[in-house]
């Protein structure tokens, strides 16, 4: 008896994966709401722009807010990821060459002229959106508590002390207005946008250790602990 074969079934385009889809929304409204900020960005324009449907973004961020807040999360992992600076300041190197790691890295986000991630954190810092809270303390405040345990062993000066929250303001003051600051704005800071990250980063390290030096030198001497009798 004759085996008829079974017609050949022609093969299915592969469909579009969801991770694909997520991370095209993401940098589409990433892109949008750096451009026009929290206010004034709707979903119908991020859906319009990333082709795609209002399901899409529902599917994977639960609504436009959630959206949002995944870009809030997307822009602190951009500047310095929580696990890369948990890894950091719990590491075995020498805590002054902690600090140059960080502020490497950070000078590098900083000065990355082809990402949405900078203008969008200013347009947040500047027209706060209801999220600014939450992410501050799930994020910001984190990485504060770390950054001032890194300089806490380079200066000696313990946790809880007002000094060392002075000595991290004093160190990020820079990184901060850099975050500010529009690159494109006519500002007596714009050339620093256009010098290569190093070039900045070597001034940032050479400045804060100075200061963080000059602390020390000015702080009294620690007092032993008395011996008991």
């Given at each position: 008896m004759a085996v008829t074969s079974r017609p050949s079934i022609p093969a299915r385009?592969?469909?579009?994966d969801g991770e694909?889809?997520?991370?095209?929304?993401?940098e589409t409204a990433g892109q949008l709401f750096a451009e026009r900020g929290y206010a004034d960005?709707?979903?119908?324009?991020?859906?319009?722009?990333?082709?795609?449907?209002?399901?899409?973004?529902?599917?994977?961020?639960?609504?436009?807010d959630g959206l949002y807040l995944a870009l809030l999360k997307e822009v602190h992992k951009h500047l310095i990821s929580l696990d890369y600076l948990t890894r950091l300041a719990?590491?075995?190197?020498?805590?002054?060459?902690?600090?140059?790691?960080?502020?490497?890295g950070?000078?590098?986000?900083?000065?990355?002229?082809?990402?949405?991630?900078?203008?969008?954190?200013?347009?947040?810092?500047?027209?706060?959106?209801?999220?600014?809270?939450?992410?501050?303390?799930?994020?910001?405040?984190?990485?504060?508590?770390?950054?001032?345990?890194i300089i806490g062993e380079i200066t000696g000066i313990p946790a809880g002390?007002?000094?060392?929250?002075?000595?991290?303001?004093?160190?990020?003051?820079?990184?901060?207005?850099?975050l500010i600051v529009h690159r494109d704005m006519n500002s007596p800071i714009q050339a620093l946008f256009q010098q290569p990250a190093a070039d900045l980063a070597a001034h940032l390290k050479t400045y804060a250790f100075a200061g963080l030096d000059a602390i020390v030198a000015t702080r009294p001497p620690r007092r032993s602990a008395r011996k008991p009798r």
């Open positions: 385009s592969p469909r579009m694909a889809t997520r991370a095209r929304i993401l960005t709707t979903s119908k324009a991020i859906c319009e722009r990333a082709q795609c449907n209002m399901a899409a973004v529902n599917y994977h961020f639960g609504s436009r719990h590491s075995a190197q020498p805590p002054r060459r902690k600090l140059e790691e960080f502020l490497d950070l000078t590098a986000s900083l000065l990355n002229a082809d990402s949405w991630h900078i203008r969008l954190w200013a347009r947040e810092v500047l027209a706060p959106s209801p999220h600014l809270d939450g992410i501050i303390e799930a994020e910001a405040l984190p990485k504060f508590g770390l950054i001032s345990a002390d007002p000094a060392l929250t002075r000595c991290v303001l004093s160190v990020m003051a820079p990184c901060m207005v850099l």
